[in-house]
């Protein structure tokens, strides 16, 4: 007597089985934009200039004779809007009717362009590090706020966190909520260092060779006063020379205070990420465009230190 198998129901059994929902890729933190000294009185063009004062002038003085008047030197910052940016996607009707997947792809364009549009943002924002001058220590008040990693093979290492922190101290900057953000290569760097995970010499590092120096984007440790946190958004040099050292295929890592009012960098939304949808009935399918208009530069360059580390992981 015959009966029912594998074999005798073959067509009645899929070949691949489908999940019913997409698989979303990993996305990890984004936080330039809270360095940035978002501008809200730029009501129209594409330029801002901000005027500023210089020091007043100390002279010495003899009784009795005529008292010397100094001009204030002055100066001006401008601040463009500089990036145009669209990110669009579309469905044809016939592809929303034949396509299983269809409603969670239209659901996932304005989400994901603008995700885009921040990674972007991300991106130009640590790319601010390009306003300082290449090749060169960029000294202020004779302090580098330039310069590459003093570890082994131009990694960075930990005297690097405190002369960055000197820098900073030399241009004046307040030493409160001072920030790194660093290449992950960076974590791996010290988490390898035996001065730090050798407890005996630093019992204040006590945990660390088991438990790593960090935690998701941030370090569970102070360096010199440095909150430090890891981005995989920091700037690439290809090549660069400060004074006899070279580098290359490195990262440009940034200190900063992020006191509100010593803020690194300025910035401006002329139009903030918007959304446009319509039915192209000439090309039968549905269009999501995602625009947004901005400038960013680096504002105060005393309150930037880049440190350029070669990756040695």
Not at 67 to 74: C, E, I, M, R
Not at 114 to 124: I, K, Q
């Amino acid at each position: 007597m015959a009966g029912n198998t594998v074999a005798s129901l073959a067509l009645m059994k899929r070949a691949e089985v489908w999940s019913s929902e997409l698989t979303e890729i990993l996305r990890d933190e984004l936080q330039g934009m809270k360095y940035v000294n978002w501008l809200d009185q730029f009501p129209d063009g594409d330029t801002f200039k901000i005027p500023s004062l210089g020091d007043a002038t100390i002279n010495n003085y003899s009784e009795d004779t005529a008292v010397t008047y100094n001009a204030l030197d002055d100066a001006q910052f401008t601040f463009a809007i500089t990036e145009y940016l669209q990110a669009g996607n579309y469905l044809t009707r016939k592809a929303e009717q034949d396509v299983f997947y269809s409603n969670q792809v239209l659901s996932q364009f304005v989400p994901l362009q603008e995700r885009a549009l921040m990674e972007r943002l991300e991106s130009d924002i640590m790319a601010r590090q390009g306003d300082q001058t290449a090749g060169s220590a960029n000294l202020i008040n004779g302090a580098a706020h330039r310069m590459i990693g003093s570890g082994s093979g131009n990694a960075i290492g930990v005297a690097d966190f405190a002369k960055a922190l000197h820098s900073l101290k030399k241009g004046k900057v307040p030493q409160r909520n001072l920030v790194a953000i660093v290449d992950p290569s960076v974590e791996y760097e010290l988490n390898t260092l035996s001065q730090l995970t050798n407890v005996s010499n630093n019992p204040k590092w006590e945990g660390i060779v088991n438990t790593g120096i960090a935690t998701g984007m941030s370090f569970v440790a102070n360096i010199y006063g440095f909150d430090v946190y890891t981005s995989n958004y920091l700037s690439d040099i290809a090549s660069e020379t400060i004074g006899a050292t070279t580098v290359t295929n490195g990262k440009a890592n940034m200190f900063f205070s992020a006191e509100s009012s010593v803020l690194p960098f300025v910035g401006a939304w002329r139009q903030m990420p918007t959304v446009d949808t319509e039915f192209n009935k000439d090309f039968q399918r549905t269009e999501f465009v995602t625009t947004a208009r901005y400038g960013v530069k680096l504002y105060r360059p005393e309150n930037l230190v880049t440190v350029i580390s070669e990756p040695t992981v």
